[in-house]
Structures are given as C-alpha cells and as structure tokens.
C-alpha cells in the first residue's frame, strides 16, 4: 500500500512573530496519523505573496494531499483566496451558496451584513465550496492532477469541524488506506527504563503488525500500542490480547486505558468502594486538591483539605503533636504521618493524605536538601509513608509531588 | 535599515506525527521579533535526509539566519549532524573540547559514558563548536556566503541556554538592527474593549515611532508598547512618557509590569506591608491556594488554607453559622463572608479570602446557575464580597474565579 504524504500550510504574519501558538498544524498531524496518512512537512509562511506561492509550488511536488489554515479574513491583508486563484489559473466569481451562507450566518445574530463580508462568498471558480457552518469563511477544496488541497480559517474550532466533517470522512475515499487502531495503557510510580525492562521479552515478541511507543510525561509513562491490518476488529482483539499478555508484569502502575487521567480514575475508584479522601498539603500547596477537584462530581468523594503552612497549624488545626515537630522536624516521616491522621480525623474521611517537604529553591539544609519530601495515606488501621528525593525546581516539585501522592492513594485504596 | 530574514527549521518525525508540540518554534519567533528580526518561515521535516536536505537548501536560498532544532541525539535516526557536515561538505571529526565537555557532564552525574556518546564530541569540521552546558548535544554554528546558521538540540532548556547564552547576544554583531524596546503593562480586572474605550484618546495620539498591542488572556489584558528608534535610552525615556500620561486612567487596574505575575505582584504587596493572608476555597478547590505557594518565599505571607468541600465543615472548621447556611445556602454573600471572616480568625491572618459557587457543569437551579460565584476578602474592620456570573466550563470558572479573588486582596491591600 503506497504512503499517502501529506503537507501542512500555515498562513499569517501572526504565527510567525510569535503572536499566537499555531495549535491547528498539530492538532491536524494527530488526526491524520491516527489515519494512517504520513504528514511530511509543515511549513509556516507570512501574508506575503511571493512566500505563499513558492509554498504552494513546493508542497504539490511532494505531496498527495495540502492542508492549508489561515489567511481567509475578509480583509485585504489575507491572501490565500487570492492566491489560491492565482495558483490554479482560475477567476473569482460569485458562489451563490456562499454568499447566501454567509448572509445567513449574520442574520442569525441579527448582526449587519458587510459589502466586505459578502465578498466572503465569492470563491475561485475552480474549487468546490465546502459549507463552514461556524464562521463566515468558506472552506474551498481542489484537485489537480491527483493532488487535493483543503484551504481552511485559521480560527481553530472552524478548521477542526471543517477537518471532522469533510476532510478526515473523505481521506479514505480518495486513497486506500491501512486501518489503524491505537490504545493507550496509562502507567504511573514506575520510570521509562525500569518500565522497559520489565516488559522488553514482551516487547521484542510483539507480532510485526503491532508498534509499541513508550510515551513519558511528569511522573506519568503512557504505552501506545498501535495494530495495523485489514480488519479493524480483528486488530483490536490482536492489540487486546497483547494488553492481556503484558498486564500481569506491570499491573500495579496501570491506572487506565486511552483518555482516563490519574485524577479521574482515582475518583472512579473512590465512587465504586464507596470512600472518601481528605488532604493536609504542605509542601504542595494545595495543588493536589485543585487537581482532585478539577474533576465534576469530586464532592461526592472529596471532604476538603487544610493548608497548614507553619508548625503552629499543623499543630492547631491537625493536631500534630507539638513534640513531634520539635524532635523530627515539619518535613518528616513523622510529621507527615501525624497530619494524615489528623486531616482523617478532622474531615471523617475514609482515607487521609499529606505532604510535606522543602519544595525550593530556598530552605534546604545538608541533612535535608531542596526537593526532599515525604508523603503519607492514612486509613482504617494503617499509615503508608514515602520519601521522595526530587529536583531543584520549585514547581517541578510541587507537580511530582502531587503525582506521587495520587499514586499512593491508588495504591492504599487498590490493596487495603 | 535592511530587513534581517529568519527561518527556523525543526526537525523529528515526533513533530510531524503529532506525539509532541514544537514550543521551540514559537518561542523563537517571539525572541526575534523583539529584537527586530523577520522570521520568514518555519518548516517542520521528519528525520528523513531527502527532506531535511531540501528544507536547508531553500531555506539558505532566502535567509540571512537559520535555526535548526532538533535530530541531535546519539542514535542513528538523528540525522541533522551528518546531513549538515554533507550539505556544507566537510568531514566529521573529533572535538576535543566537545568530548572533554560530554565527558565532564556525564561523570558529574555519576553515569558511565558510551561510545555512542562521546561521538556527540565529534562535529563537523567547518562549524564552530557551542558549548551545550545543560545537555550533551553541542550547538553548532556555520557561516557561508553571508548567511549565519545555528544547530540546537530540540530539548526546549538546552535550545533555550544556547540561544540565550549565544545566538541572540550574537546578532548585533552580525546585522545592523534596529533598535527596539518593549514595555508590558499588565492590567486586571477589566475587559480588553473596556480598556480600549478608556485610553482610546490617548492611543491615537501615540507618537509614530510607539505601537500599542493588546494582550488579553484570562481575566487578564496586557499593554504592550513597542518603540522603535536609534537611541535606547530616548526611547525607554519616550516609552516611559506615555505610560505615565495614560496611568492616571487605568492605574486601579495595573499590577505590574514586564514579567510581573499577579501572583508575584501581590506577594511584593503583603511583604512590603507586613501582612498575611489565608484562604476558605470551596469552588476554587485549592487552585487560588497553588498559585500563591508557587511563589518561592511565599510562606513568609501566606498562612495557610482550609478547603472545605462541604457545610459541616464550613462550621465545623471556619465557624460559617449552620443558620447562615440554611438560610442563604453556601452559595451566598453571607456564607462566603463568614468564611473569610473565619479563616482570618483561624489562622490569625490580616486578610482572610474566600470562593463559594457552582463550578458546575452540574449543580445548577434556576436561581444560582452554573458559573455564579461568591468571594470575599475580609481584614481588620471591613468584609467586602462580589459576586461572579462566569461560565459553563469547570475548569475556566476555577481560574477565573482565582483572578478575581487575587485581584479582590490587591485592592484590599492598597485601598484599606
């Protein structure tokens, strides 16, 4: 099956000076590797004539497919329209549809129509009008000589749907392409190389349809297992099998498949066992509750948390013993079970988690440097602690930190 | 003064199939154009030698600077080092200081070196060696007919030191640039039109060589004046100027300037008065709480925080009377000002903040839908509150409602 090579256009002045982050070319490399399409370059190109056309000429040497964003307003420095015309030798008329389209979409706001924006509605005569039922700009879509090009706003949610509804639904019609079926095994607590080492025999015995990706993110290793083939349900139940294979060596830091995140399945753990989770954070600063309650429907299982930045609070409010501080100190295994127990105590949680720790860059001493932390999870009968010896960046640490708590409070409520 | 032309290329199939997003690009194009520099176009290439080849050869056709990132690790799909020894035709060789220097970095690190690894030493004979002090592949530097060219790791810090450290004090070397100075007003707390309306006169009467760019983003809109001249001095003096004819308009919404946070802003306000805060978060869930701490030196004004999720301990712990609740609900003036009223006492703080609302997306009645939101900032002898009517999405009511209550203390601090 020969590769299909597609290239992406991004047009404006804006993108270059680095006004705004050009997300679109990312996004759309996403959607059309999970096709099976292989993007081959992405070029970023101002409003200036001569650079839009020798980025033209260059991408339809190589590839099968164009994608262009931006350059579509309806003023007189966007250029793609124009251009586009002149590239492919036809003139710009009248598309009823167009206009009318566009007519429409102002009079639904009951905004007034512009001379300037019903020439939105005049397209090249040599393209097809694709609807842009979200925006004023039309998308226009070309073919020559094999080659087909998509121009596209540049406003991210008009590309995306012009992307969802007429372009990724045509790519296979116009070329034959392999199925693809990507899963994600989602694993946190364990580093890349260990993660590779426990599963390397695996790994090397892996059929040849089947391509594992190691994708690493703060504290967190995502397994992509992507199968290619002919059957779309047969690769799953191939990539399904593989999953099966590899689960009992790596089970214990799996915490979900595909789209879930750490916070989300540990909500779904504690909606299903019926518990709930209270925080002392320290060191962390209240960041571990913000990720908590980031997710809808947390105050079924989250009872609330107390900041305690000094001693006297932690004392006051959690009733850590005040001998405990003075002989171990705030950053200790001691302390930082102490608040655990007090912050269960004090919200009558199922389980009680704490941080504490010096997160940087200042306050660190020989015995206890920057980025020294522990953490702990309380529950019925027992206290789980853990020392973390992490970097010298301040946020750095308050984000690992706040993985790691998560990771022990899956574990205590997975195995108590 | 001619116009100096840029380009970037990144290189790594990594971009162009969508597993990670080119940051490097963008922050490139903003550290030129501050400088004056045109980035003309940014091309992304996978680690293919065909393409990457192409990419350099039309890339030298029309630029005065190249910046390549990215293809440098030590394995054999990392191209970009013998594709630029091929394109400028030299031999690869040894550097000796290029290997002492990946020597040092690995045994600094306790880590034994490869032979894979100290190939990194050997680099193209008709470049200049860049020392890359945070990573192990150097930065390369070539020059040929007038046009410069720099090699960095795709690493976004080791890219970033090299370009910091070398290339951008480099280019006034190089190239006559203009002179340019940008200031950054940051406002809070009123929106980009509103602002816009209020200096609206002094805007138009900007002298020509000063630009005016408006930066909103979340709740926040900053002023960014560019002036453009001969003389540094003249302009931050012109600059400077203007900026204290429009402050007397917008002063009660500015918090700072250039790289100042609003975070960093209102921790410079408690210092400088020795005062303290803590926080009730209840729809905010610790979010406003983690913005503070992540201020190194922050627990010198922040007291501490209780998040309580649910009534009982609204009473329980911040003393919110269960009457107060039960006729107002916690979604309320009253309730959210006996919160801060409590957590002042609590942890005995001048200012005492708090958030109560519905983050949604459920949890909302036709009285008080989602996105409405009360907070409050209580100090000695004054409880002042607001109510928020934000949106539908959970996670932008959190961070709106985080900007509006820093902002509700930055007018506490400065106006009582």
Redesign the interface.
Known sequence: MKVVRAEIIAIGDE?????I???N?????????LMGV?????????D?RK?ILA?FA?AEARADIILITGGLGPTQDDLTKPLMAEYFNCPIVENPAAVEAVTEFFKKRGREITPLNILQGHLPACCTYVPNEVGTAPGMWFERNGTYWMSMPGVPHEMKKLMRDFVLPKLPTLFPLPIIVHRMVKTVGIGESWLADLIREWENALPKNIRL?Y?PSLGHVKLRLTGFGQDKNQIEKDIQKQIDMVLPSIEKYVYGYDDETLERAIGKLLTTSQKTVA?A?SCS??????L???I????SY?????????NQ?KNE?LQVRNETLSTFGAVSEETVGEMATGVRK??NSDFGLASSGI????GGTEEKPVGTVWIACAGEGFVETKKLQLTQD??LN?QLTGVAVLNLLRICITEK
């Open positions: 993108l270059l000076y680095g006004q982050v050009d997300t070319s990312h996004w759309i490399s996403q959607e059309l590797d292989k993007v081959v370059r992405k070029t970023t190109v101002g200036d650079d980025a260059s990706a994708l925080l954070e600063g209240g960041y571990i509750s913000h908590i309650t980031s809808s429907g947390s105050s989250f009872q609330g948390a107390v900041i305690p930045y000094h609070f409010i004090l919200f997160a940087g860059p200042n301040r946020m308050i």
